[in-house]
């Protein structure tokens, strides 16, 4: 018979240990997990065969296609936007020539929140995070020169999601696309937005009502698009710990999934089309847990909870961004490195497209050059590095394993706790959420300051550095009066019955029950301004305030 | 006994990313001092106006938006003609080194970047901040 972990502990450790102590009394990951000192067969479940299965099939732990990174690889999809329309369809028009194969949109501050760029609420942010985009004149120059039915595009917006969609949607019109064939992602997810982000327009439940109304659009006339990209990026970098970020997104999840069946949609009319977006921080082996523990879980709850019948709609397909919270403004070219091991966990992961940081973003917006080496990373992950040339390899690491099984536990733990409080909207009525981010990321902020976790150059071998000055600057006011500039001219120009008649006839569909985006196709068709359809949407449904829980 | 410091923890503009804010919050809050927090998306005028109510010493602006060479002075200026100029403003955020003088010209007291320790903050304050008459 082979020796047992016991007998081990016993004899050649307990002697080693009395000469030689560990350096720590407790290990753990970066959220705080214990992590034991071996793993074994022991640890990893009964039902280990049941639990992983193969690629391409249920429960899909080892990933959602059957060839994976041997079929085609992830989408290497760079985040971009700042300035004018101009300004990011040039960098957008670069990184397609650097062989990037997807577009991601930033919008800027005022976007998000549903305020045009000569807004006094937009003073000082037009163009500074993302990109101004006021109408659809807009939209036609920031995609000035890219076939639609070809570049996948993603959007990342959300409480004013409708709208952008509606822009978007217009555009691939006036670009003579079939809508049918127009694919691409937007975020959309708003019950993250007042879990952790905070860019939203109008309350839970009508903003519930919105998502839904745009599902069910998508779902009978973009087919390919998918209209939702359920976050928890934004969960992690607002403190969470991984559980918590795998357990507030799949529960996010599950309630859109619960008000579509509600409207009367067939599951697997629309899960289909339903997306993820996680987060890559810095313990490298629990973020590959995360992904492996995400995939059975949405393909349990989906098939179980839900009676999907389609393989398609048990399938959790992610996009994966690095952790912009992990990289730090002192000694930037570290977090090359950072960023280099943590898009090697999505990968391991089994993402399905992936942007990666660049090292100067805590400081500000990231130059060329840094955005060249962040593409540069995937690309040598996925041409150099031979990782990609089977799959899941993880899969039957004892330590792997044991760790997937123990995040998706403890994730199904929190999923049932928001069950209970009568699931996600009521559980962030309640600031359940809300709180668990506050007290994680508080108690990271201690560990930090007493040393129980290190980061490299800010609370540990530190040095003396001048500061970078090569950075990217956006002339904001200079923004602000040509987007101004483009508003009045628009104003002029545009039909105003058109205007008129296209805001009142959405009003008059918020107002009801009908689906509001014919309504809000018709508006962007008739260049009606981000807050003009906004003020509609508001007017309406009334505003959101966050209740500042701390 | 010394009148405790009353410190307003303000979020200006459209910028969602509080968790610097909060964690701000909680440590003055565990440090002693009293603390409000504004909550997010606010305009200059709703902070200058918390902080006159709530009668503050010192205002915390948390910006991450890369809005703070407007918002900052924004709200200096509004504190001055509500002669209320003695409230000590300082904050934190994704700041470039090099825009921190012309701030501190503008009459911010302090800037903290990321990175910095919850700690220095507490004991900046501790020699910055008096309660104002």
């Known amino acids: 018979m082979t020796k047992n972990l016991k007998e081990w502990e016993e004899g050649t450790l307990k002697s ?18 214990p992590i034991e000192r071996l793993y074994t067969a022991d640890q990893v479940g009964q039902n280990h065969q049941e639990d992983i299965g193969f690629p391409g099939e249920y429960p899909f732990t080892r990933g959602v296609y059957p060839t994976m990174y041997r079929g085609k690889l992830w989408t290497m999809r760079q985040f971009a936007g700042f300035g004018t329309p ?79 969609l509606a822009f978007y949607l217009a555009n691939a019109e006036k670009q003579k696309c079939d809508l049918k064939k127009v694919g691409g992602t937007i975020q959309n997810d708003v019950l993250k937005e007042y879990i952790a982000q905070n860019s939203y327009l109008v309350p839970p439940d009508p903003a519930m009502r919105i998502v839904v109304d745009m599902i069910e659009y998508c779902s009978q006339h973009v087919p390919k698009w998918n209209p939702i990209s359920i976050s928890g990026y934004h969960i992690r970098e607002a403190g969470s710990t991984a559980v918590q970020e795998l357990a507030f997104t799949i529960a996010d999840g599950v309630a859109y999934v619960d008000a579509c069946i509600k409207r009367g949609l067939d599951v697997d009319s629309f899960a ?30 989906m098939k179980e909870r839900f009676g999907a019948k389609k393989a398609e709609s048990m399938k959790c397909r992610f996009h994966v961004q690095t952790a912009g919270c992990s990289l730090t403004a002192q000694q930037p070219e570290n977090n090359i490195i950072r960023t280099t091991l943590q898009a090697l966990s999505a990968v391991l992961g089994g993402c399905q497209s992936l942007h990666t940081n660049s ?34 390899p993880l899969a039957g690491s004892y330590f792997v394993e044991a760790l997937t099984d123990k995040m998706e536990k403890e994730a199904m733990a929190y999923i049932e ?7 996600m909207v009521e559980a962030i009525k309640k600031g359940f959420p809300q709180m668990e981010i506050v007290l994680a990321s508080h108690k990271y902020q201690n560990q930090l ?68 985006f014919p309504d809000l196709l018709a508006c962007a068709h008739a260049y009606c301004t981000v807050e003009e359809i906004s003020n509609v949407l508001r007017g309406v449904f009334g505003e959101y305030h966050d209740p500042g829980i701390y | 006994m010394q009148k405790k410091l009353r410190i307003l923890i303000g979020k200006p503009g459209l910028d969602g990313h509080d968790r610097g804010a909060k964690i701000i919050a909680r440590t003055l809050r565990d440090a002693g001092y009293e603390v409000i927090y504004s909550g997010l998306h606010q305009t200059p005028e709703m902070i200058v106006n918390t902080a006159i109510q709530e009668d503050v010493d010192a205002i915390g602006l948390s910006i991450l938006s890369g809005a703070h060479n407007y918002l900052f002075p924004a709200v200096i200026k509004l504190l001055k003609a509500n002669k209320a100029e003695d409230v000590v403003v300082f904050g934190g955020g994704i700041i470039p080194e090099d825009e921190i003088a012309g701030l501190k010209k503008e009459g911010v007291a302090e800037i903290f970047t990321p990175g910095a320790d919850t700690r220095d903050i507490v004991k900046w304050i501790e020699s910055n901040v008096q309660p104002r008459i």
Request: glycine fraction near 6%.
């Open chain 1, 449 to 516: 300051e007493k040393k129980e976790k290190i980061v490299v150059g800010v609370n540990e071998f530190i040095t003396d550095e001048k500061p970078n000055t090569d950075l990217l600057k956006v002339d904001s006011e200079a923004v602000t009066k040509k987007q101004t500039e483009r508003l009045n001219a628009l104003k002029a120009k545009r039909d105003s019955e058109k205007v008129n008649a296209g805001l009142a006839a959405l009003k008059a569909s918020a107002s009801s029950k009908t689906n509001i």
């Open chain 1, 359 to 392: 090292m100067d973003e805590t400081l500000a917006l990231p130059t060329e050059k840094a955005v060249q080496i962040a593409l540069r990373t995937q690309q040598v992950i996925a041409f150099e590095s031979g990782v990609t040339n089977t799959i899941d």
């Open chain 1, 86 to 164: 101009e300004d990011t369809n040039t960098r957008f028009h670069y990184l397609l020539s650097q062989g990037q194969t997807g577009l991601s949109t930033a919008f800027h501050f005022p976007t998000l929140m549903g305020y045009d760029s000569d807004s006094p609420r937009s003073r000082g942010e037009v163009g500074v995070c993302g990109v101004a985009v006021d109408s659809l004149a807009d939209m036609e120059i920031l995609f000035k020169g890219i076939p639609l039915e070809k570049v996948t595009v993603s959007m990342t917006i959300n409480g004013p999601a409708s709208i952008l």
């Open chain 1, 417 to 423: 706790k928001i069950d209970s409080l009568g699931g």
């Open chain 1, 272 to 301: 289909p089309r339903l997306s993820y977006f996680f987060n890559a921080h810095m313990d490298f082996f629990e973020e590959v847990a995360k992904y492996r523990a995400a995939r059975r879980l949405w393909a349990r709850l």
């Open chain 1, 16 to 33: 080693f240990l009395a000469k030689a102590p560990e350096s720590q009394k407790e290990f753990t990951t970066l959220s705080s997990e």
